[in-house]
Every structure is written in C-alpha cells, then in structure tokens.
C-alpha cells in the first residue's frame, strides 16, 4: 500500500489557484523527488499535504488515513513531519533563532511521550553528531548547514512516518550539501519515507528512488528516479 496517496489535487492559497489535478503516490520507505522550476507548485504540494494550504477538490490519503482538509496539527499526528523551504512564502525560518539547538529539539517534540522524545532525541543526534557539540548555541549563530541539520532534526523528534524536505541544501556548500544527502539516506533507511523538494536534480535523482516532475502546477513526469537525468528533465520543463 502507497505510504502517500494523492488524487486528482486542485490547491492552492484563498481562491488563487496553483496545483491543476496532481496525482501520485509515494511507496513506504522510499525516497521521493519532487523537481521543477521555481513557481512550478512544488513547496504549495507540500504545504497542501501538511494542511497548509487550500485544497478545492481532490485527496491525500496518509497511510491509509484520509487526511484531506485535516488541520496541520491533525496531519502531523497522523505522522507527517514537516521542513520548510527556509526563507519560506510565509516568511518563517524553519526554526526556532531565539533558542538553542537543545531548545529547539525539545520544542519539536512537544505533545511526544518523554520516552519516545528521548529516542528520538538520541537517533538524531547520532545522524548528526555535530549537534550535540552545537547544543547551547542559539539557533541564529549557526552556520547554514548547521541549522538545516537541526531543521531536519526537528521534523524528526515526531517520528514521522513522512518526513517532507523543501531545498535542504538550498544555499550550502558543496561538500556539506553532500553531507545533508547522505543524511537523507539514513533516514530512509530508518524505515521513514520521504519526500524531498530539490534543486540539485543530478543530486536529487542519485539519491531517488521516485521521481515526479512538476511544472505550472501539473505533474509532467511521475516514475523511476533513475529513468529521468537532467537531459530529460530540462526537455520536460521546456514543454517538449
Ligand atoms: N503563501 C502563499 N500565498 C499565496 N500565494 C502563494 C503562497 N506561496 C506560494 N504562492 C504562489 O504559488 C505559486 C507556486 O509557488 P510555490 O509552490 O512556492 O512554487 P515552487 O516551490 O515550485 O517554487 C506561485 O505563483 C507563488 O507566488
Ligand atoms: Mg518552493
């Protein structure tokens, strides 16, 4: 059974229209690409998955639990865990400046049983041991790496079933962008599916095991990760 089901979605913000009948599905444990031009509709399919968004017809089943029209907070009990795109459209960071590293792990396990808070505190810190050293720094004197690390971290202390990634590299060197992939890796291998927002195709699809191509809000490709390279991709985005 698809980990995440959506059908025939019409979204978008108020009465602003931006996602035309998307379709896909998502397998349990997998990785999921989402790719696209700037403006395609890609961060609004998540924010309509997280229940951010205004959805005017369609669904988006979790794990067998429609959650369509849910409120975020619904949505994330139903084990959806969210990093935003950092600067977002509603202008947020994807954490929390004022508080530590510590602090904001805490704040993202709110309403988590201790115990469970405490295993998830422990697997994030062991995926991304440079935490633990950064754990009294404030979230604002981190490097930008640094802090994608702890937003990943964060949408992690839930223990999603879904953990949905908007441009986690967006901006970062190289070689700590490299970094956040293997992440990514681990985190599926923990058994969590993923769907991941990129700008980095060649990147992206390494990484792949899905792949769906988004472009003024329609899905132009949906298949394997490894059938679609960057030639393919820039033919797709053109419209050919
Ligand atoms: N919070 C919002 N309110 C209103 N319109 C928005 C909001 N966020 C995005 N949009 C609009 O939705 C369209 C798709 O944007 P977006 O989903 O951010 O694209 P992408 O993530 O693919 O770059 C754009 O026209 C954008 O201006
Ligand atoms: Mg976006």
């Known amino acids: 059974m698809a980990l995440l089901k959506i059908s025939d979605l019409n979204a ?4 602003f ?9 998502v397998e349990k444990g997998e990785i999921a690409v989402l790719l696209g031009p700037n403006g395609a509709g890609k961060s609004t399919l998540l924010n309509a998955i997280a229940g951010l968004a205004t959805i005017f017809s369609g669904s988006i089943v979790v794990d067998g639990r429609d959650v369509t029209g849910k409120s975020p907070g619904e949505i994330q ?7 935003m795109q950092s600067p977002n459209n509603f202008g947020t960071p994807n954490i929390f400046p004022e508080l530590t590293v510590r602090e904001n792990l805490i704040a993202a396990a709110a309403g988590v049983r201790p115990e469970e808070a405490e295993k998830a505190l422990r697997e994030v810190l062991e995926l991304f041991p440079k935490l633990k050293e950064l754990e009294n720094r404030k979230g604002k004197f981190l490097s930008g790496g640094e802090r994608q690390m702890l937003a990943i971290s964060m949408g992690l202390m839930k223990r999603p079933k879904l953990l949905m990634l908007d441009e986690p590299t967006a ?6 962008a490299s970094d956040v992939f293997s992440a990514i890796k681990s985190i599926r291998d923990m058994g969590i599916t993923i769907l991941l ?5 060649r990147k992206a699809l390494e990484i792949g ?16 990760a490894k059938e679609l390279d960057e030639e393919k991709l820039g033919r797709l985005i053109m419209g050919q």
Do not use: C, I, W
């Open 17 to 25: 229209h931006v996602l035309n009948g998307v379709s896909l599905e």
């Open 209 to 224: 095991d899905r792949a769906f191509v988004m472009v003024t809000g329609r899905l132009r490709y949906s298949g394997p």
């Open 197 to 201: 927002v990129e700008q980095n195709a």
């Open 77 to 83: 009990k139903a084990g959806v865990g969210y990093v």
């Open 12 to 15: 978008g913000y108020g009465k």
């Open 171 to 176: 901006g970062l060197a190289p070689k700590v």
